[in-house]
């Protein structure tokens, strides 16, 4: 019997079949100075999402027992990898179980900016009936640039062209061949992808290369003509990780008039803070992070990571270790 800390909450099913499987679980949050000060001592694994931060410093601090790390998602920004590499400690996550639900609400947002929809909610609960300011655009006859091509992107580039996008994309690792098997245009430099393409969604990790992906000069360089020749704009979303838009860049292209629009799931400080200047911009649409908040994808992502974890600590194969080169 293993003893695993559970400590950003998790389906009620995955706890209750990491209990079939003989483990003592407790669901429970642990401050970050707790993290620090014996907080992980007796336990031999630890289940996150996004709100645990385990660093070097934590992970130094984590008693011997500890052989596994899962993080209930995909992105693992908020651990550190090597660290835990160094220590023997496996690092799984879980980057299947949300990919539908994250599609969706990335799907959610562009919608949202073309049709203007937070802005005529707002108007309208402003007792205004604003209708001739809320002409928007088609996404049909329009180019959708996906930084990133992974299952997420795909997903999002296949809805896309059933609309009538065209679909391009950036991905240095991906291999020519799946992006021309998806009927999608891969480009060599992110620089290309932003000159072509009217709107941009991010689904691609945080990393040193990524940090500030999206920056003043790629926005100001978007077309805002459609292949159709419609006045559409140029639109950014980004449902991935925090960090990866440039939030001063966003704003001063909103501010200028350059950036028609942009709609953030991830900020790089979370949570945000309200009096975030981004967040008093008309143009501009944010959601707290809940690319994977569906009770759908919650227990898909509370299973898969509970198994993930399960057989590091049995010492059976698991593909999806993410620290593989560290240990």
């Known amino acids: 019997m293993a003893k695993i800390a559970v400590t950003d909450g998790m389906d009620k099913k995955a706890v209750l079949w990491l209990e079939k499987a003989g483990h003592e679980v407790i669901n429970s949050p642990i401050t970050p100075d707790e993290l620090l000060h014996d907080g992980l001592h007796g336990f031999d694994a630890i289940i996150v999402r996004s709100a645990t931060k385990l660093t070097r410093e934590v992970i130094d601090a984590a008693g011997e027992s500890l052989r596994a790390i899962g993080r209930a998602g995909v992105g693992v920004d908020n651990i550190d990898l090597e660290a835990a590499g160094t220590k023997g400690i496996a690092v799984v996550n879980a980057p299947i179980a949300s990919t539908q639900s994250v599609v969706e609400l990335t799907l959610g947002h562009l919608l949202a900016s073309i ?147 942009a709609a953030l799931d991830v900020f790089e400080i979370e949570p945000v803070d309200p009096a975030h200047p981004l967040l008093q911009m008309e143009h501009f649409h944010g959601t707290p992070h809940i690319g994977a908040s569906t009770v759908e994808a919650q227990a898909r992502v509370g299973l898969d990571i509970a198994k993930n974890v399960d057989a590091i600590l049995n010492k059976k194969a698991c593909e999806f270790i993410v620290n593989q080169q560290y240990l």
């Open 115 to 261: 049709r203007h929809l937070p802005r005529a909610d707002r108007s309208l609960r402003e007792g205004r009936w604003a209708k001739k300011e809320m002409k928007g655009s088609e996404l049909s006859g329009k180019v959708l640039g996906l930084i990133g091509f992974g299952r997420i992107a795909q997903s999002v580039g296949r809805i896309a062209q059933t609309i009538g996008m065209e679909v391009h994309a950036y991905d240095p690792y991906l291999p020519p061949k799946i992006a021309k098997s998806q009927g999608t245009r891969l480009h060599r430099s992110i620089d290309a992808l932003f000159s072509n393409c009217t709107h941009i969604s991010i689904h691609c990790n945080l990393t040193d290369e990524t940090r500030h992906l999206v920056n003043a000069d790629r926005i100001r360089s978007m077309p805002q003509i459609g292949l159709d020749g419609a006045p559409c704009g140029n639109h950014i979303i980004n449902c991935a990780r925090g960090g990866i838009v440039d939030e001063e860049a966003v704003l001063e292209a909103l501010e200028s008039g350059s950036l028609t629009s």
